[in-house]
């Protein structure tokens, strides 16, 4: 099951969880990934930009892979593999690939600045990982500081058969996704899909941009393929309405540097993993700050009954 240019809905990211002393929770991996299959999503990605990647060994980083293709059964499952170099991104790649995966997500270094550079940069990644793998873009330039333009965009997707996704995180990026819809309806880019991350944040208008759903990771991934399918069926008011209840506490939890500890917290208290831990180095959240997220809960849970927690 091969990631593919028709991919719509929502490809979940995946936190990793940890126990209290850094250990890998295994099973809360497969907790999550049954509440994600529950929830309605239509994908997986593992090992992103929040999956804590870094802080994993090589074996680690496919131990969690191949548990997640396993318990998602039927589900495409995108694996993370950036890496500083090529032969590391090979390693992983050919081993997620080999365990099921549908494919994988590449990021951009930071080091790149022009448009040569960036282009030049995913035909070798591609050399590197091989042509018959399916990959996505992530542009992700407010953490990456890559700043990938419609065209350069274009430019990877024509020359890489292979790439089948991008995952636009781009802010203010509304009307990137209308240009490159816009090169599709001229001819001048094949289509692909466009799956929108950002912690969601945008989620309402991108989708009505011309967005195939999202891949991100807010501690309501069920709210987001509500948003999806609401938007997707035309119900535009009903969408904006529930997307507008939980934008405060999506807003909360995209602050960077403490929005993974936000989101595990929520995901802890809705018993979809066991421990909010992260592993190290990593900040805590303070009592301060777990008392304005369960402040926002309880406001959320006024309009929708899944953040009354106990």
């Not at 289509?191 to 945008?202: D, K, P, Q, T, W």
Request: net charge neutral; charged share 20%.
């Amino acid at each position: 099951m091969l990631l593919n240019s028709d991919a719509k809905g929502v490809c979940v990211i995946a936190p990793t969880p940890f126990l209290d002393d850094g250990a890998i929770d295994s099973s809360s991996i497969d907790r999550m990934t049954d509440f994600f299959v529950e929830a309605g999503a239509t994908g997986i990605t593992v090992l992103g930009q929040l999956g804590e990647a870094p802080k994993l060994e090589h074996g680690e980083a496919v131990a969690v892979a191949r548990q997640v293709i396993r318990r998602a059964a039927r589900l495409p499952v995108v694996v993370g593999v950036s890496a500083p170099g090529f032969a590391a991104m090979r390693a992983l790649t050919q081993e997620v690939m080999a365990d099921g995966a549908a494919g994988v997500m590449i990021a951009p270094p930071n080091t790149l600045r022009t448009d040569d550079q960036i282009a030049g940069y995913y035909q070798q990644a591609v050399q590197a990982i091989g042509g018959d793998v399916p990959f996505v873009i992530q542009d992700y330039p407010l953490t990456f500081t890559v700043q990938m333009t419609p065209g350069v965009i274009r430019r990877i997707v024509n020359d890489n058969p292979s790439c089948v996704m991008l995952k636009h995180e781009d802010w203010p990026g509304l009307e990137k996704i209308s240009k490159l819809r816009g090169f599709e309806k001229d001819g001048t880019m094949r289509r692909i899909s466009i799956l929108c991350g950002n912690n969601g944040l945008f989620l309402d208008f991108e989708m009505e941009r011309g967005a195939d759903g999202a891949m991100t990771g807010y501690c309501f991934p069920d709210m987001l393929c509500d948003v999806v399918r609401l938007s997707s069926g035309g119900r535009r008011d009903e969408a904006h309405d529930l997307f507008d209840a939980h934008l405060p506490l999506i807003r909360y939890e995209q602050q960077p540097g403490a929005g993974l500890a936000v989101r595990k917290y929520v995901m802890m208290r809705r018993g979809i993993i066991t421990s909010a831990a992260q592993r190290k180095p990593a900040a805590a959240m303070s009592a301060t700050a777990r008392g304005e997220v369960d402040y926002l809960l309880a406001r959320l849970a006024q309009h929708d009954k899944r953040a009354l927690l106990a």
